[in-house]
Structure formats: structure tokens, C-alpha cells
């Protein structure tokens, strides 16, 4: 954390830093309140620590996947009027079950591949679990965490806006 490679605050840097801006500027408060306000506005809030929540979160926002199936295998339905089935109904009884079947096959196919994600992690998580882990309180956790005072604040804004989102 020493380093002069190293950069300080990158998330907030990210979310706030304008092009022609010196990348290595001092970051301020204000710096902090914007990339709160871009986080609050602008974004969709998923963590890795409820990854299965997270994932479900994006599936009903963006209407991919399973939502989707779901809705759209209940729009199938199939009601006759009258006295008894005729053939058109019973034609439309046929397509409604092949339908569903082939959405249940999605449904499957979806949830296996959350499964598998859910279980592998992205790359950099697994690839940050092979670093040595810092020892609470040790002289290169408090350093770190001095040089990164503002993107631990937004995490925990960004936690707070996770919750608020689930709403």
C-alpha cells in the first residue's frame, strides 16, 4: 500500500474521475458524495456475498432468464368456453403442453448455469483466494485500509443501497 503503483480509493477514482483530471489527484469528501449519489441513481446493486439474491435481482430488472420463462409460460394458458373440448382446443391443449415443456427445459438450463456460477465464483475471486490473507490489525491491513478510507465508506453505502433495492 506503500507503493507508489498503487492506487488509492480505485472505485471512487472510477466512478468520479473525469478524463483530463490528474489520476492521481488528492480525493476529497466531495469525490466520496458524488460516486454515493452515481451508486444511488445509476446502478444495480448485486453482491457477492448473495450472489443467488444478486442474480435474481438482474433476472427480474433486465427480465432475462427465469422471470422471463415464468411470465411468459403463464401467458400460455389454454381455457375453453362451451360444453365440452374441440378439436381446436385440444390443438391448443397440445401446443400449450409442448410449450411448457420446452420451458421447463429452460427453466432447468437457467438455473444449472446460476448453480454453476454461484459455486465457481468469477475469476478474480478465485483468483483472490489464492493471495496470502493479510492478519487482522497487521501493519499492511492498516495500511491499506488508511488509503482506502473513501471506497470502504462507499461499500458500505453501496451495501445500504443493496438492501434499499431489494425492496
Known sequence: ?????????????????APGVDPKRK??????????????KKCLIGLYRDVH???ARFDRYFGWGLS?????SSSNSTSTTGSGPTSASRERRGEYVRLNQIKQK?????KRCRSNLAQSGDWWMIEMQKHKKLEHDSAEEILIEKSNVLD????E???????????
Open 1 to 17: 500500500a506503500s507503493s507508489k503503483y498503487i492506487e488509492d480509493n480505485p472505485l471512487v477514482r472510477l466512478l468520479t474521475q
Open 27 to 40: 480525493l476529497t469528501r466531495k469525490d466520496l458524495e458524488d460516486a454515493k449519489q452515481i451508486v444511488g
Open 53 to 55: 439474491g444478486s442474480l
Open 68 to 72: 422471463k420463462i415464468m411470465v411468459d
Open 106 to 110: 429452460q427453466i432447468a438450463e437457467v
Open 152 to 155: 470502504l465508506k462507499l461499500y
Open 157 to 167: 453505502h453501496i451495501e445500504l443501497v443493496y438492501e434499499a433495492q431489494g425492496d
